[in-house]
């Protein structure tokens, strides 16, 4: 049986006017022994200054994904939400292969094509959440970003609305961008790698 490498895992969540770009890069190292979960460390995070140029973010990813240990295999994860499928177009023109992900309300996931997935938000946060309960997710604090990231992790709130449906977001008034980047690559690092490729 072959031994699992460790896979790396870039999420991107592109932002508006009013909402940050955030990037980060998650290396998911297996199972030690069996009966043992993967681990999952965060390895770089970045949020991009408000109205930076999606030419620039698309260009610095290109940049990232290029440098050791991504370029033999890193996996780039977009939200195609919002600003996202021009921008996954422009990296796609770049020549890098990723998977979008476009964040829906529903209740199940579906493959809408070979690289573009509709995930319910459920579904990220409860495998962010999962994670973190079984101390599968680290955050090293070397990052002027992870002390933003973990108040987004300990603000993201889960609600039931009225009509019993359950909703994921930031507090009021608190920005989410850096968890939702995280949530859809740890989300794909939960799928099995030969998946990217099918």
């Given at each position: 049986?072959a031994?699992?490498?460790?896979?790396?895992?870039?999420?991107?969540?592109?932002?508006k006017?009013?909402?940050?770009?955030?990037?980060?890069?998650?290396?998911?190292?297996?199972?030690?022994?069996?009966?043992?979960?993967?681990?999952?460390?965060?390895?770089?995070?970045?949020?991009f200054?408000?109205?930076?140029?999606?030419?620039?973010?698309?260009?610095?990813?290109?940049?990232?994904?290029?440098?050791?240990?991504l370029?033999?295999g890193?996996?780039l994860?977009?939200?195609?939400?919002?600003p996202?499928?021009?921008?996954?177009?422009?990296?796609r023109?770049?020549?890098?292969?990723?998977?979008?992900?476009?964040?829906?309300?529903?209740?199940?996931?579906?493959?809408?094509?070979?690289?573009?997935?509709?995930?319910?938000?459920?579904?990220?946060?409860?495998?962010?959440?999962?994670?973190?309960?079984?101390?599968?997710?680290?955050?090293?604090?070397?990052?002027?970003?992870?002390?933003?990231?973990?108040?987004?992790?300990?603000?993201?709130?889960?609600?039931?609305?009225?009509?019993?449906?359950?909703?994921?977001?930031?507090?009021?008034?608190?920005?989410?961008?850096?968890?939702?980047?995280?949530?859809?690559?740890?989300?794909?690092g939960?799928?099995?790698?030969?998946?990217?490729f099918?």
């Amino acid at each position: 049986m072959a031994v699992e490498k460790p896979r790396y895992l870039v999420g991107l969540d592109l932002g508006k006017l009013r909402d940050y770009t955030a990037m980060t890069v998650t290396e998911r190292l297996p199972a030690a022994e069996e009966g043992q979960e993967p681990q999952y460390n965060v390895r770089h995070i970045k949020r991009f200054p408000l109205g930076t140029d999606y030419v620039d973010i698309a260009g610095d990813v290109r940049t990232i994904m290029q440098r050791p240990p991504l370029d033999e295999g890193g996996e780039l994860v977009v939200d195609a939400g919002g600003p996202g499928v021009p921008v996954i177009d422009l990296l796609r023109r770049m020549g890098l292969q990723l998977v979008s992900v476009s964040i829906t309300g529903g209740e199940a996931v579906t493959r809408a094509s070979r690289h573009e997935w509709h995930v319910p938000k459920q579904d990220l946060c409860t495998t962010v959440r999962l994670l973190m309960e079984r101390d599968q997710l680290h955050v090293s604090n070397a990052f002027p970003e992870a002390s933003v990231l973990q108040s987004e992790l300990k603000g993201f709130q889960m609600k039931r609305t009225p009509s019993s449906n359950l909703t994921f977001n930031a507090r009021e008034g608190e920005h989410d961008d850096l968890v939702l980047c995280l949530a859809i690559a740890l989300w794909w690092g939960e799928r099995p790698k030969g998946v990217f490729f099918a």
